[in-house]
């Protein structure tokens, strides 16, 4: 079975500083993984999705995760954090063929002035 | 509308009643997904639709908990005589789920349920 840890329900930073959430999977097949990030009163929209190809996987508003199969880790990272990136992040694990996306517990970001 | 859409955004029930919680997935997505989403919790999967194979409901944490699909589009997911621990916010998912690839899955904004 699959399945996503993510080390700290809640990360605080300031405007600026680097953002680092942290994602660890299992899984016994080759993984995809998957950042998803959801705004107050919101659903969740894909922030960056890893299936093949290059480790380094770049997505929408400045994010980027590195797929590390040795640490078996999915960080997401953005270099400098905005008072609009405050909002749950969840990172999730499928693979090829499966109906069945896990979910991380979620780490919710605060970005103080 | 463009994306997934999910009604009612709010339900306040009774225990003991049943709820009725619709889905529209994206037009033309063949596979759609229920989660549930408790207050400090991660995503718990429900139940999986793809096409017109029978559904994954290995999710579902009860028998009071069901699901359908019309047409392949719709869906509705039904819990019966509701429970207090029912109440947390229920997402809707859809994706193309082409060739088997782990395709994105694009949610709803998903209805709150509360059970007073």
């Known amino acids: 079975a699959q399945s996503v840890t993510q080390l700290g329900s809640h990360v605080s930073v300031s405007e600026g500083a680097l953002v680092l959430l942290r994602c660890n999977y299992s899984?016994?097949?080759?993984?995809?993984l998957f950042w998803y990030v959801q705004y107050p009163n919101q659903g969740l929209q894909l922030l960056l999705k890893y299936t093949t190809g290059a480790t380094l996987v770049k997505g929408i508003n400045g994010f980027e995760a590195e797929f590390k199969k040795s640490e078996t880790s999915f960080h997401l990272t953005k270099p400098s954090a905005h008072m609009s990136d405050a909002a749950e992040y969840f990172c999730a694990v499928t693979s090829y063929n499966n109906n069945d996306m896990r979910f991380g517990a979620g780490t919710r970001l605060t970005v103080k002035p | 509308g463009a994306g997934v859409s999910q009604s009612p955004s709010n339900k306040v029930t009774e225990k003991g009643k049943d709820v009725e919680l619709r889905c529209d997935p994206i037009s033309g997505h063949t596979a759609l997904y229920w989660y549930r989403q408790s207050l400090g919790q991660g995503l718990e999967f429900l139940i999986y639709f793809q096409g017109n194979s029978a559904p994954d409901k290995s999710g579902l944490p009860s028998d009071r908990f069901s699901a359908e699909r019309t047409g392949g589009s719709v869906s509705t997911l039904t819990i019966q005589r509701t429970q207090q621990e029912d109440s947390a916010v229920y997402l809707c998912a859809s994706s193309s789920l082409l060739a088997g690839v782990g395709d994105t899955q694009y949610f709803g904004p998903g209805t709150r349920l509360t059970v007073l």
């Open positions: 899984s016994s097949v080759p993984p995809y």
